[in-house]
Protein backbone atom coordinates (compact mmCIF):
# COMPACT_ATOMS: atom_id res chain seq x y z
CA UNK A 1 0.00 0.00 0.00
CA UNK A 2 1.11 3.74 -0.51
CA UNK A 3 2.45 5.92 2.28
CA UNK A 4 0.87 9.55 1.99
CA UNK A 5 1.71 12.48 3.90
CA UNK A 6 -0.47 15.52 4.00
CA UNK A 7 0.59 19.24 4.79
CA UNK A 8 -0.37 22.65 4.29
CA UNK A 9 -3.30 23.06 6.65
CA UNK A 10 -3.72 26.11 8.73
CA UNK A 11 -5.77 28.85 10.08
CA UNK A 12 -7.43 31.69 7.59
CA UNK A 13 -10.19 34.17 7.49
CA UNK A 14 -13.28 33.51 5.57
CA UNK A 15 -11.93 34.30 1.81
CA UNK A 16 -8.90 33.33 2.29
CA UNK A 17 -6.87 30.82 0.62
CA UNK A 18 -4.45 27.74 1.04
CA UNK A 19 -2.88 25.10 -1.15
CA UNK A 20 -2.58 21.28 0.39
CA UNK A 21 0.66 19.00 -0.43
CA UNK A 22 0.22 15.39 -0.37
CA UNK A 23 3.35 13.50 -0.65
CA UNK A 24 2.95 9.56 -1.62
CA UNK A 25 5.68 7.08 -1.31
CA UNK A 26 5.38 4.72 -4.40
CA UNK A 27 7.37 4.62 -7.52
CA UNK A 28 4.16 4.11 -9.77
CA UNK A 29 2.96 7.11 -8.06
CA UNK A 30 1.78 8.58 -11.93
CA UNK A 31 -0.74 4.69 -12.50
CA UNK A 32 -3.30 6.11 -9.88
CA UNK A 33 -5.91 8.03 -9.53
CA UNK A 34 -5.86 10.26 -6.20
CA UNK A 35 -8.17 12.56 -4.54
CA UNK A 36 -8.79 14.57 -1.44
CA UNK A 37 -11.16 14.06 1.11
CA UNK A 38 -12.28 15.64 4.13
CA UNK A 39 -13.99 15.21 7.68
CA UNK A 40 -15.47 17.34 10.16
CA UNK A 41 -16.41 17.31 13.28
CA UNK A 42 -19.37 14.52 13.42
CA UNK A 43 -19.95 14.05 9.78
CA UNK A 44 -18.69 11.30 7.68
CA UNK A 45 -15.67 11.30 5.56
CA UNK A 46 -16.27 12.96 2.30
CA UNK A 47 -14.18 13.18 -1.20
CA UNK A 48 -14.16 16.56 -2.54
CA UNK A 49 -11.70 16.63 -5.44
CA UNK A 50 -10.34 13.55 -7.56
CA UNK A 51 -7.76 13.70 -10.34
CA UNK A 52 -7.06 10.21 -12.42
CA UNK A 53 -4.11 9.26 -13.99
CA UNK A 54 -4.90 11.02 -17.37
CA UNK A 55 -5.43 14.25 -15.38
CA UNK A 56 -9.30 14.22 -15.83
CA UNK A 57 -10.50 15.77 -12.53
CA UNK A 58 -13.75 15.96 -10.50
CA UNK A 59 -15.38 18.07 -7.45
CA UNK A 60 -17.80 17.81 -4.90
CA UNK A 61 -20.67 20.48 -5.73
CA UNK A 62 -19.55 22.37 -2.79
CA UNK A 63 -15.71 23.19 -3.34
CA UNK A 64 -16.62 23.53 -7.65
CA UNK A 65 -15.31 26.80 -8.57
CA UNK A 66 -13.53 27.40 -5.61
CA UNK A 67 -10.70 24.49 -4.91
CA UNK A 68 -8.57 22.92 -7.95
CA UNK A 69 -7.17 19.74 -7.68
CA UNK A 70 -3.33 19.07 -9.39
CA UNK A 71 -0.88 16.33 -9.59
CA UNK A 72 3.29 16.59 -9.96
CA UNK A 73 4.30 12.79 -11.05
CA UNK A 74 7.82 13.96 -10.89
CA UNK A 75 7.28 14.52 -7.18
CA UNK A 76 4.71 12.04 -6.41
CA UNK A 77 2.58 14.90 -5.07
CA UNK A 78 -1.00 15.48 -5.53
CA UNK A 79 -2.31 19.45 -4.37
CA UNK A 80 -5.47 20.72 -3.27
CA UNK A 81 -5.23 24.70 -4.58
CA UNK A 82 -8.38 26.48 -2.14
CA UNK A 83 -9.81 29.37 -2.70
CA UNK A 84 -13.14 31.86 -1.35
CA UNK A 85 -12.87 29.37 2.10
CA UNK A 86 -15.59 29.32 4.00
CA UNK A 87 -16.09 27.90 7.78
CA UNK A 88 -17.78 25.02 6.56
CA UNK A 89 -14.67 24.34 4.75
CA UNK A 90 -13.44 23.78 8.09
CA UNK A 91 -12.46 19.93 8.64
CA UNK A 92 -9.01 17.34 8.54
CA UNK A 93 -8.37 16.91 4.93
CA UNK A 94 -6.91 13.44 3.69
CA UNK A 95 -5.55 12.32 0.52
CA UNK A 96 -5.94 8.57 -1.04
CA UNK A 97 -5.21 6.44 -4.27
CA UNK A 98 -8.96 6.05 -5.36
CA UNK A 99 -10.66 3.16 -7.78
CA UNK A 100 -13.89 3.09 -9.02
CA UNK A 101 -16.66 0.91 -7.79
CA UNK A 102 -19.50 -0.90 -10.14
CA UNK A 103 -21.19 1.98 -10.39
CA UNK A 104 -18.03 3.97 -11.57
CA UNK A 105 -18.29 5.75 -8.37
CA UNK A 106 -14.36 6.73 -6.84
CA UNK A 107 -13.37 5.04 -3.90
CA UNK A 108 -10.43 4.46 -1.72
CA UNK A 109 -8.32 1.95 -3.43
CA UNK A 110 -7.01 0.91 0.27
CA UNK A 111 -8.32 1.67 3.60
CA UNK A 112 -5.32 3.35 4.85
CA UNK A 113 -5.33 6.84 6.02
CA UNK A 114 -2.24 9.17 6.70
CA UNK A 115 -2.73 11.68 9.63
CA UNK A 116 -4.37 14.21 7.61
CA UNK A 117 -4.11 18.20 7.82
CA UNK A 118 -6.20 20.49 9.55
CA UNK A 119 -7.79 23.63 7.78
CA UNK A 120 -9.68 26.00 9.73
CA UNK A 121 -11.36 29.16 8.56
CA UNK A 122 -12.81 31.77 10.76
CA UNK A 123 -15.90 34.02 9.78
Known amino acids: QVQLVESGGGLVQAGGSLRLSCAAS????????MGWYRQAPGKQRELVAAITSGGMTDYADSVKGRFTISRDNAKNTVYLQMHNLKPEDTAVYYCNTLRTDYSGRFVPLYDYWGQGTQVSVSS
Open 26 to 33: TSIFEIYA
